[in-house]
């Protein structure tokens, strides 16, 4: 089982960047599709964006295409979020997660998350 542990969040203004990086251990990470989610206040956890086990594909939900971009680094065992141009809305707490990249539907155990606060 894959253990995944989310870091590089944190209080930004409305328009600035941030990068989010998952490590994995105890799997074979270069084997896995991966994605992110995110979780609001108030709201239900949410799909963000997935990426292929070799980086031949990616989806995004409507709402970060163009300012989000997720990458990997197998040999790193590590999973990106690249978030440019931030809004409020993406305000959340951010998860990543072993993947079925056809459904969406997450596969490995959630972990703790990282916060990302945007103010405006």
């Known amino acids: 089982q894959v253990q995944l542990v989310e870091s590089g969040g944190g209080l930004v203004q409305a328009g600035a960047s941030l990068r989010l990086s998952c490590a994995a251990s105890?799997?074979?990470?270069?084997?896995?599709?991966m994605g992110w989610f995110r979780q609001a206040p108030g709201k239900d956890r949410e799909f963000v964006a997935a990426?292929?086990?070799?980086?031949?594909?990616?989806l995004y939900t409507d709402s970060v295409k163009g300012r989000f971009t997720i990458s990997r680094d197998n040999p790193k065992n590590t999973l990106y979020l690249q978030m440019d141009s931030l809004k409020p809305e993406d305000t959340a707490v951010y998860y990543c997660?072993?993947?079925?990249?056809?459904?969406?539907?997450?596969?490995?155990?959630w972990g703790q998350g990282t916060q990302v606060t945007v103010s405006s």
């Open positions: 990426i292929t086990y070799g980086s031949g594909s990616r």
């Open positions: 997660v072993r993947i079925n990249y056809n459904s969406r539907a997450p596969i490995s155990s």
């Open positions: 105890g799997g074979t990470f270069s084997t896995y599709n």
